[in-house]
């Protein structure tokens, strides 16, 4: 079972157990205190046990209680140095309690507890590792997407911040390279985690880390340098992303293709446009369609959407696949269309019968 959201997340954990730590000793002391007033009272004044209890409840509250009967000598020596011994355990359980109370941390641990019941209940979500600018591009269009994702991030400052853009974040502070801060962001339901750092070799730490606790996830890692990304593949990342490469190879295109360039910026940004890719696999199909050829299946006559990419069984792509392309095993189609015709492909797709 992963350790709670407390303990998992950089100085919230550090503070919690400070002040939990503080509480558990200063009952720890106080219970240490009561069983050496009984042991004391027992030995020394040979009381019964109920009176060596009370004895010792009436000396550590100081109500001023009579005894049960005189002390002898030996008694009141030990009375004696047991109230002022006790007085060092009084002044630590208040400076507990007091810190425990004032720092929140009854009211912190109830939000961290609803938080951690909240990815606990998570499926076929997105692990983001990282937020800065990149951290924040991505985590943008999840949310536009509607896909549920926890943000991983070692600054506490750049918390604050994610919780200012994005309503009901769901975050963890601390390292994600960590085992348990990833099974307690759900990496064993999770489908994708995205390694987003700056830092090529946390990235390459965070995918290894991933691949170790779900090999059936897919890993998406960000890359500053071009000799890391093979490193990347080798740890097991299925997709390595230079933002510097990509973004001067639209650059480049730009002085000679604007509107190619200004056409792909204008579909990807999904809060200003309607239209949308999909990447449907052979599985996807229903057995009825599968082993088809394309212009049998009628997409476009059935959902409006155009199938413009192919992904064969060895990772090769073709454009624009021809309409006598056959469905063939370990395959993926990429679709584009406005997001109804998307969503009624995606209705439609087991139901397709090629009439």
Aim: charged content about 20%; aromatic content about 10%; some cysteine.
């Amino acid at each position: 079972m992963p350790k709670n959201l407390l303990e998992s997340s950089g100085n919230l954990y550090s503070n919690k157990t400070k002040a939990t730590s503080g509480i558990r000793i200063a009952f720890g002391l106080l219970a240490f205190s009561v069983l050496v007033g009984i042991l004391g009272f027992t030995i020394l004044e040979k009381y019964s046990f109920l009176d060596a209890f009370y004895m010792t409840i009436i000396t550590l509250s100081t109500v001023g209680f009579g005894e049960v009967r005189p002390l002898s000598g030996a008694g009141r020596i030990f009375t004696s140095f047991y109230i002022v011994g006790n007085i060092g355990i009084y002044a630590y359980a208040a400076t507990a309690f007091s810190r425990y109370i004032i720092e929140g941390e009854i009211f912190k641990k109830r939000f961290i507890k609803s938080m951690e019941k909240r990815i606990n209940a998570l499926h076929d979500h997105v692990i983001v590792c990282g937020f800065g600018k990149y951290g924040y591009e991505i985590c943008r269009h999840l949310e536009g997407q509607g896909q549920a994702f926890v943000v991983i991030e070692r600054s506490e400052v750049e918390i604050e911040k994610a919780k200012l853009q994005f309503d009901d974040l769901l975050w963890l502070i601390g390292d994600a390279t960590s085992d348990e801060l990833l099974v307690t962001a759900g990496i064993e339901r999770a489908k994708t985690i995205m390694a987003a750092t700056g830092d090529d070799s946390e990235n390459i730490f965070i995918v290894l880390t991933a691949k170790q606790l779900n090999k059936s996830i897919d890993v998406i890692s960000r890359a500053v340098a071009k000799r890391s990304e093979k490193k990347m593949f080798l740890a097991g990342a299925n997709h390595v992303i230079m933002p510097d490469q990509i973004g001067g190879f639209y650059m480049a295109v730009l002085v000679n293709k604007p509107d190619v360039v200004d056409f792909f910026s204008f579909i990807a940004n999904e809060t200003n446009t309607d239209i949308g890719f999909e990447e449907i696999h052979f599985a996807d199909f229903s057995a009825t369609m599968q082993g088809k050829m394309l212009k049998e299946l009628n997409i476009r006559s059935y959902a409006g959407a155009n199938v413009i990419g192919l992904r064969d069984a060895e990772g090769h792509y073709s454009a624009n696949p021809g309409p006598n392309t056959i469905l063939k095993a370990g395959e993926s189609y990429i679709v584009i269309g406005n997001k109804s015709q998307i969503t009624k492909l995606g209705e439609c797709l087991g139901g397709l019968d090629g009439s």
